[in-house]
């Protein structure tokens, strides 16, 4: 019994569209040491969840102001697409991917927590911008990833019911966002192995895009 396809695509960007998440770590770890604060690689995994404006808080503590927290969330944003820039390139098959989605008029959306600097930089980068009808970045949302406002409003903006999307996401906090938007999520199995993703109830696990159609 096949499922239906789904009627919309919603994609998270960073380790989704490409294999960047190694160059966050680095540029946040560089970022921390600039401004000499010590970090281990297990409490930068239990706090780098959600966005920037929730994550430089537990790693500089609660006194910061609004401002003083935007201007560190871009500092290390310009320093990672500094680090980036040369290596940026998209996860296989994803060109050819979008390109049979777009043929047959499914509209695309981009669910991600990176800025509008990092989705020009990524979507410019990989000349793709003409895909996605929409874009939510994290500035858009209050809650970041696991929660799933970043999908609804995706969604939303594609006038597309939640259950009528497929959500492609290759993190534990944003394949539970997904999940908990009530979507076909597929795992993209960049970041994690396809076994560690087989613990969600996934609509599909691929490595790279050349393992899926619509």
Not at 16 to 24: A, P, R
Not at 117 to 126: A, K, P
């Amino acid at each position: 019994s096949m499922i239906p396809s789904p009627t919309a695509a919603l994609f998270d960007m960073d380790g989704t569209l490409v294999h960047n998440m190694e160059f966050h770590r680095l540029s946040f770890f560089r970022f921390l040491e600039n401004h000499a604060i010590p970090v281990t690689k297990a409490e930068y995994e239990a706090k780098n969840k959600g966005t920037i404006t929730e994550i430089i808080p537990r790693f500089f503590g609660d006194h910061l102001t609004a401002e003083q927290i935007a201007a560190l969330g871009e500092e290390k944003e310009a320093l990672y697409r500094d680090m980036y820039a040369p290596h940026l390139r998209a996860i296989d098959g994803l060109h050819d991917f979008l390109e049979s989605v777009k043929r047959r008029n499914i509209p695309m959306a981009l669910a991600t927590m990176g800025d509008q600097h990092n989705i020009r930089f990524t979507l410019n980068g990989l000349n793709i911008s003409q895909y996605f009808d929409a874009t939510v970045g994290g500035e858009e949302v209050t809650n970041g990833k696991p929660h799933p406002e970043v999908f609804q409003r995706a969604a939303a903006k594609l006038g597309v019911p939640p259950e009528d999307c497929a959500a492609f996401e290759d993190s534990h906090s944003g394949i539970a966002a997904a999940l908990a938007a009530g979507m076909k999520t597929v795992g993209v199995a960049s970041t994690h192995t396809p076994d560690e993703l087989a613990v969600y109830p996934l609509w599909r696990i691929i490595s790279d895009y050349r393992e899926i159609w619509f």
